[in-house]
């Protein structure tokens, strides 16, 4: 995390629509509800639903999970040299070799993804369906207002071919998702890893879900830091779902990934 730089944020935080997303995160850090479970007795449910991620992928396709792989050392060679470059931290990127092996498999015609900073996930994605040969893909993000020009970071270590069919959207998910519904009304895939607070999950699922293709698939990232995965499977009678662990943090996938074709 970057360290707070009063200029920075008030430079963000005088263009009206982000002053609102900016109140709003700063409010969500005092007062967030953690959901129905304690933080450690999430972390006890978490762990003992675990799935290997390698086993689950090559129950469905061993070829296309090493081509996950393969792809995912290149574009993790290609990002860290573009990083390098950089004097910030963008953080880590999400469960890439997932999300590419389930663009390949799933070959969806619209993806959304919130969350995209550097563009771990974005570049995972964007090259699956370059691979596939069709699919669109929608990506919600907000800077990192802490730091100077951050518009400029976002995506970065997207390739630059890769960029020209992409839709990126930068005013948070609360501005963006409405526009992005506008011109696309099925999702097929939806990798969550922008706001997660507990209300800002239970918020966004509540606008995506009305625009889930019939066999939709969902990640949702970091699901160790308020119990909303559990509470909603719970809540929603989910019985497709997964957990895997990724680079010391979990993800939770809803959805029925074998039997699509
Ligand atoms: C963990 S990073 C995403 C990493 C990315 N998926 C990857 O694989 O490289 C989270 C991103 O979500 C953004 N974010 C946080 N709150 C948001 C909101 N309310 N709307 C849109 N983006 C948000 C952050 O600014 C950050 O860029």
Known sequence: MQKFNFLNVLKQSLKPTRFFVILKKVYSRFFSYEGSLSKDQNLKWIKSNISEVSTFAKTISSTLWEEAITQSNILEKNAHKTLETINYDLGGGAAYPLLYFLTRHLRPDNVLETGVAAGFSSYAILSALKKNGKGTLYSSDFPYFRINNPEKYIGIVVEKDLKKDWNLFVEGDDNNLPKIFKSVKKIDLFSYDSDKTY???????????????????????????????????????????????????????????????
């Open 199 to 261: 209300s800002g999950r239970s918020k966004t699922l509540k606008k995506v879900s009305n625009f889930l293709s019939e066999h939709y698939v969902i990640i949702m990232d970091d699901i160790q830091d308020n119990s909303f995965f559990h509470d909603f499977i719970k809540e929603n009678n989910i019985s497709h779902w997964k957990i895997f662990e990724f680079e010391n943090k979990y993800l939770g996938l809803i959805g029925q990934v074998a039997n699509i074709k």
